[in-house]
């Protein structure tokens, strides 16, 4: 079992930037891919971007050149770097895990509550 808590959300103007946290607890948390997965109003959750255990990151294209994926490790957590937000990228931002690095959702294990994002023009 994995615990995840997201936090960093928030109000941001067009350009800015914002960096979200995802805090893992219960298990094993060097052994598990993790991402960032986020969901609009009206719309279909989307793919942000992932993180293998050894620290490999792929992103989706809407995204790629502006937010950065890391993880520690040793403190159990990974972050999203978001800058030159756009208003596209208002949505709720969810922390998953997996076994396995991914950009499908439904194979993702392990979820957050998720946290607000919210770019302004």
């Known amino acids: 079992q994995v615990q995840l808590v997201e936090s960093g959300g928030g109000l941001v103007q067009a350009g800015g930037s914002l960096r979200l946290s995802c805090a893992a607890s219960?298990?094993?948390?060097?052994?598990?891919?993790m991402a960032w997965f986020r969901q609009a109003p009206g719309m279909e959750r989307e793919f942000v971007a992932a993180?293998?255990?050894?620290?490999?990151?792929y992103y989706a294209d809407s995204v790629k050149g502006r937010f950065t994926l890391s993880r520690d490790n040793a403190k159990n957590t990974v972050d999203l770097q978001m800058n030159s937000l756009k208003r596209e990228d208002t949505a709720v931002y969810y922390c998953?895990?997996?076994?396995?690095?991914?950009?499908?959702?439904?194979?993702?294990?392990?979820w957050g509550q998720g946290t607000q994002v919210t770019v302004s023009s």
């Open positions: 998953a895990a997996s076994d396995t690095v991914t950009v499908w959702g439904r194979q993702y294990d392990y």
């Open positions: 993180i293998s255990w050894s620290g490999n990151a």
């Open positions: 219960g298990s094993t948390f060097s052994s598990y891919a």
